[in-house]
T-cell receptor, first 113, second 114 residues
Framework: RKEVEQDPGPFNVPEGATVAFNCTYS??????FFWYRQDCRKEPKLLMS???SGNEDGRFTAQLNRASQYISLLIRDSKLSDSATYLC??????????????FGQGTILTVHP | DGGITQSPKYLFRKEGQNVTLSCEQN?????MYWYRQDPGQGLRLIYY???????QKGDIAEGYSVSREKKESFPLTVTSAQKNPTAFYLC?????????????FGQGTRLTVV
């Protein structure tokens, strides 16, 4: 089983749609969780961190379920500019723990007019 | 400005040659990472380092070597033993303690074997 698994998609949605991505992780010692966005031929950039209580940033909502070991990303009112690959990232680091940063394989999102 | 810098942006290598990719950060991060990305694929971990003079193999370390002589620098050598080196190589760094352990990436190096 891979350490971090995502549905690769692709997801093709119209503008204005709501889309959700899920990601599962296998290491229960994982401490920190993130969603990154990667545009074509560019480096990944942090979209948002995922906190235990869940967090929201504008149209984006991230949730963490430690018991089931998955995180999710919800995008509301999709824009054309949201088209990208979304990467789930898990880090064992945090507090005083050394860790290893592991990426999922990414989920491709295409938003069309 | 604080950040992470990779060089060169594009690199061409002849078969049988070793090449070294540079990665420097001035974010005072303890951890540094090297990833490889192939077209349409996710990021695969090559090597990572949590402290100076120490590093661990990732999932695809064969044919690669690294060093961590300084906190700021984590160069990656792609050796002739790496059978399919053409790829997009990404370096990242992160803090290991506290709340903010997200990774910051360099702009990447595109390596092509000719």
């Amino acid at each position: 089983r891979k350490e971090v698994e995502q549905d690769p998609g692709p997801f093709n949605v119209p503008e204005g749609a709501t889309v959700a991505f899920n990601c599962t992780y296998s290491n229960s010692a994982s401490q920190s969780f993130f969603w990154y966005r990667q545009d074509c031929r560019k480096e990944p950039k942090l979209l948002m961190s995922v906190y235990s209580s869940g967090n929201e940033d504008g149209r984006f909502t991230a949730q963490l379920n430690r018991a089931s070991q998955y995180i999710s990303l919800l995008i509301r009112d999709s824009k054309l500019s949201d088209s990208a690959t979304y990467l789930c990232v898990v880090n064992k680091a945090g507090g005083t723990s050394y860790g290893k940063l592991t990426f999922g394989q990414g989920t491709i999102l295409t938003v069309h007019p | 400005d604080g950040g992470i810098t990779q060089s060169p942006k594009y690199l061409f290598r002849k078969e049988g040659q070793n090449v070294t990719l540079s990665c420097e950060q001035n974010l005072n991060h303890d951890a540094m990472y090297w990833y490889r990305q192939d077209p349409g694929q996710g990021l695969r971990l090559i090597y990572y380092s949590q402290i100076v003079n120490d590093f661990q193999k990732g999932d695809i370390a064969e044919g690669y070597s690294v060093s961590r002589e300084k906190k700021e620098s984590f160069p990656l050598t792609v050796t002739s033993a790496q059978k399919n080196p053409t790829a997009f190589y990404l370096c990242a760094s992160s803090s290991l303690t506290g709340l903010y352990t997200e990774a910051f990436f360099g702009q990447g190096t595109r390596l092509t074997v000719v």
